[in-house]
């Protein structure tokens, strides 16, 4: 209780001075108002436990000889393991509760849109709270991503596709007083990563560049494959690395702060004007997707941030820019949605009659099981959130499918992909939409679950003929 109401008071404080910087808001509030740092920490079996100093013995006082020796690197890396571990799960219940928001938000905005006639004054209101959201969304991955918890879908991508379309956002970003350029060589090959956290490295970086040359300057934005002597000993992907540098003009960096620049929290921003976040995500998302960041900057020179990202070893897939228009194909099935948390389960219920079907709805776990146990008639789908009180998604699945073998299984989580992904609950039959989600994207899961089950039907029909 004592967590969620340190949550509370982020949030507000945040709402009402939207100047501070709220990730760290968040973070310094809830661990104020919650447990001991370290006792967040994940804290494996055999391993030991950070923990306060014991209490002092009596006796007569004594003066230390010499200072206190530092701690030694191996500890002072598993302190540091330790305190992202924390941050990592704190940040990854604070993802949870403004995914279940968000997902209320986002698909209500779209909802509406779809509603509302061109031309409404209604409209632009309306998707100003939409854009809104898809920022919100965009700072829950970022702190997900400085907690080393957001989720990634690596694919092949090209980065000749994707730097120009965020040219126009970055000279937006940057401002008329500096120059943008990008080089980028003919038969580059396509890196294996998530083309939405490449976006948010790349933008973080030149935020940064922007802060550093506030009397103008130029940013340079330039890949190429990455040269075997650059290498990271111990380095290895199979298709080898490409090295992305993002480089400026700036007054550079003196070794202190370049030694404290991947630091949570650490800034040379004014107080109120940096949360000190930006370059430790940049650090963190490079992290998860196999590679690591380079350095260079000296005072005067400006600084240079060089990035490698693993190669992919198949052509790089098509982004897809727009949303596909409506809702999708509906049906009549009979659907159990299984929630609980009311706005979610109201906006869900909404939207999936709003495509034809017919859906049974349930406030827990148990109260789905009892729907699956008591109802006369067949059930095609199950589309229930992961984490509910008394019994999970999975167990009520499990149950389920003892009593419904046909049953398709579509799980709700606001929660990061890696927590999941550890219940090993994703199979045939069964898939995941993570939290916030559109009614498009909502539909379109549902139906191609349902669809993937007529055709097994089907398929098993015609073998027991033949």
């Not at 945040?14 to 740092?37: D, N, Y």
């Not at 990008?182 to 790349?202: C, K, M, R, S, Y």
């Not at 103008?216 to 990271?232: K, N, T, V």
Request: with cysteine; charged share 20%; proline share 9%.
């Amino acid at each position: 209780m004592a967590c969620a109401s340190g949550l509370l008071l982020a949030v507000a404080l945040v709402a009402l001075a939207p100047g501070l910087p709220w990730p760290l808001v968040v973070l310094q509030v809830a661990l104020a108002t919650a447990v001991p740092f370290t006792a967040l920490a994940l804290v494996r079996p055999g391993e030991p436990r950070l923990s306060a100093p014991p209490a002092a013995v009596p006796g007569p006082a004594l003066t230390p000889a010499r200072p206190v020796p530092s701690p030694a690197p191996d500890e002072q890396r598993l302190r540091e393991a330790r305190r992202m571990e924390a941050v990592g799960r704190l940040a990854s219940g604070v993802a949870h509760d403004f995914n279940n928001l968000l997902s209320v938000i986002t698909s209500n905005v779209e909802l509406a849109l779809r509603d509302l006639p061109e031309g409404h004054p209604v409209r632009e209101y309306v998707a100003d709270v939409g854009l809104a959201g898809q920022r919100a969304a965009g700072l829950t991955r970022q702190l997900l991503a400085f907690g080393r918890r957001q989720p990634l879908e690596k694919r092949p991508m090209a980065l000749a596709d994707l730097l120009p379309d965020m040219h126009r956002l970055l000279s937006r970003v940057l401002g008329e007083q500096l120059a943008l350029s990008v080089d980028l060589p003919a038969g580059l090959p396509p890196l294996l990563a998530d083309a939405g956290q490449v976006e948010q490295v790349i933008l973080n970086l030149a935020v940064n560049a922007r802060d550093a040359m506030q009397s103008g300057g130029h940013l340079r934005i330039s890949a190429r494959r990455a040269r075997p002597e650059e290498l990271r000993p111990g380095a290895t992907a199979p298709a080898g690395f490409v090295r992305l540098s993002v480089e400026d003009d700036g007054p550079g960096m003196t070794p202190e702060v370049k030694s404290r620049l991947f630091e949570p929290f650490f800034t040379t921003k004014p107080r109120g004007e940096g949360t000190g976040i930006g370059l430790a995500t940049v650090q963190g998302i490079v992290e998860q997707h196999g590679g690591w960041v380079r350095v260079e900057s000296e005072l005067g020179q400006g600084s240079a941030f060089h990035l490698f990202l693993p190669v992919a070893d198949a052509p790089p897939v098509p982004r897809r820019l727009t949303p596909a228009p409506g809702l999708g194909r509906g049906g009549r099935e009979t659907l159990l949605l299984a929630e609980d948390d009311p706005l979610v389960r109201y906006t869900a219920s909404k939207v999936l009659h709003r495509l034809g079907y017919e859906v049974l709805v349930a406030r827990d776990g148990c109260e789905a099981l009892q729907l699956v146990q008591q109802h006369a008639g067949r059930i095609d789908l199950l589309v229930a959130d992961v984490v509910m009180p008394g019994l999970s998604g999975p167990d009520v699945a499990m149950r389920a499918l003892q009593l419904r073998p046909d049953l398709r299984i579509l799980y709700l989580s606001g929660y990061p992909q890696v927590f999941v992904d550890e219940g090993g609950i994703i199979g045939d039959g069964v898939e995941l939409l993570r939290k916030p989600f559109t009614p498009e994207l909502l539909g379109s899961r549902v139906r191609r679950l349902l669809d993937q089950g007529a055709s097994a039907a089907a398929g098993a029909e015609g073998g027991l003929q033949a």
